[in-house]
């Protein structure tokens, strides 16, 4: 088995382009551990392999970068066993990345089986109208762009509950 933090501070486990970390018992980060995925040589994005299970813990971290989905230009995290996230925040990185796009989807996360959620998802800010659109995240690991619901449509729709309400309680 590997941990990863506890300490005081900062601890980093970084798997290099196509890394791969296979422990018997398990890579558990804790408080102040974080697991990275990094390029290493003329690649810019990469692809992190964890065997077996993956523990996340409270106040640990999981941290990817990205800039261009169609290229592939994004990192992954593949777990070919169980991915417990169990109070640890998800870090995206984007600096020097050309702005998110409405559309855009990021495949991060692969794993075996998943239980747990993510505490915090540490996101940058999109531009005016764009919001990230986490539905599928906890399915099958991917994270996208969406537009922001026009206040008119919440509009309609909270009209159309309330004639539906009136309607309902009429009939009774």
Not at 11 to 35: A, F, H, M, Q, W
Request: proline share 5%; no cysteine; aromatic share 6%.
């Amino acid at each position: 088995s590997l941990l990863v933090g506890g300490g005081s501070g900062l601890s980093r486990l970084v798997l290099i382009e196509s890394g791969r970390l296979t422990t018997l018992d398990g890579l558990r980060l804790v408080n102040g551990g974080r697991l990275s995925v990094a390029a290493g040589s003329d690649a810019t994005y990469a692809t992190g392999h964890a065997g077996g299970l993956l523990h996340a813990g409270a106040g640990s971290g999981i941290e990817l970068r990205a800039a261009r989905p169609e290229d592939g230009s994004f990192d992954r995290l593949e777990v070919d066993g169980a991915l417990l996230l169990d109070g640890a925040s998800f870090f995206l990185d984007m600096t020097g990345a050309p702005p998110a796009q409405l559309g855009d989807s990021y495949d991060f996360f692969d794993w075996g089986t998943r239980s747990g959620s993510f505490a915090e998802l540490v996101l940058p800010a999109l531009p005016p109208g764009l919001r990230w659109d986490t539905s599928r995240l906890y399915i099958d690991g991917v994270l996208s762009v969406g537009a922001v619901p026009e206040p008119g449509s919440w509009a309609l729709l909270l009209a159309g509950g309330v004639a539906l309400t009136r309607r309902l309680r009429a009939r009774r």
